[in-house]
């Protein structure tokens, strides 16, 4: 079974280095809505076309406005208020966003299950940096946002391969081929698809517990929000004094306070996450 593994992650290290790995591509909707947002002569009316295309997208979007991070004195109705709310840079990086989950579906039961997974933990990581980046720092709370939901982007073409291969492999050792490879594959995922320069190093620096950069950044957000979630469990990084982690320095977070103890935070951080359920 080590053989498997071996060849899985030689056969995906040389396409990545040969520039032959096959990467997904961005939902069709994302890519509007990011062409939209980049275009100055645009206004609001464009991205409400666009995204009004996509039900469950539009409806998602008027959820997230009346959410508790966002809700005003009127109740948003309509895909136009909730748009004119969020603003079009925040309103494009959210769909882009949302409209990602759709790739994280596959026909076999063990690799759906998987893909599933790795969306739902993107969409609770991407939570709490929108909470970490609105209360610690000067960062964008809509590029948190979306540095938390493609961290694991890298997983996709991994689990895609084991299932148009329909590789036999334990959970485990799939675990150890998806942990070595993903942040490579994920960097040149976010490459590809032209993502700000400050994301795309996100899958690559977000697990360097010791990184040291001069301020802090999404990397930072993306691993502290990690390791929140991890708080009290036996995960590995749990094991590591908290205290040399310096992205909490950058941040201005004592290591020791569990976010979550923080009642008024703690209900920001679950509305957050509830938003891309």
Request: charged share 25%.
């Amino acid at each position: 079974m080590s053989n498997i593994v071996e060849t899985i992650k030689t056969d995906l290290t040389d396409a990545i280095e040969n520039d032959k790995l096959v990467l997904p591509t961005l939902p069709e909707v994302a890519l509007q809505v990011r062409e939209i947002a980049e275009n100055e002569d645009s206004a609001i009316i464009d991205l409400v076309k666009v995204i009004s295309n996509d039900t469950a997208l539009s409806a998602r979007i008027i959820r997230v406005c009346n959410s508790p991070l966002f809700r005003g004195s009127r109740a948003i109705e309509n895909l136009n208020m909730a748009v004119s709310r969020l603003g079009m840079a925040y309103t494009s990086n959210l769909a882009m966003g949302l409209a990602m989950e759709q790739m994280f579906q596959a026909t076999s039961d063990m690799i759906d299950k998987r893909l599933r997974a790795t969306w739902q933990k993107s969409t609770e990581v991407a939570g709490v940096c929108h909470v970490l980046a609105q209360h610690y720092t000067k960062l964008k709370p809509d590029q948190a946002t979306l540095a938390g939901l493609v961290h694991l982007i890298g997983v996709l073409p991994i689990l895609r391969y084991v299932e148009d291969r329909d590789i036999q492999i334990s959970g485990i050792m799939l675990d150890n081929v998806i942990e070595e490879i993903h942040p490579r594959i994920g960097a040149a995922i976010l490459q590809k698809w032209d993502f700000p320069k400050e994301l795309q190093n996100v899958p690559l620096e977000y697990a360097n517990l010791h990184r040291e950069v001069p301020g802090v950044d999404y990397a930072d957000l993306v691993l502290v929000a990690n390791l929140q979630l991890i708080a009290g469990t036996d995960h590995p990084w749990t094991e590591v004094d908290w205290k040399t982690i310096s992205a909490f320095d950058r941040l201005g977070l004592d290591p020791e306070v569990d976010m979550s103890e923080e009642e008024d935070l703690n209900a920001q951080m679950e509305a957050a996450m509830a938003l891309l359920k």
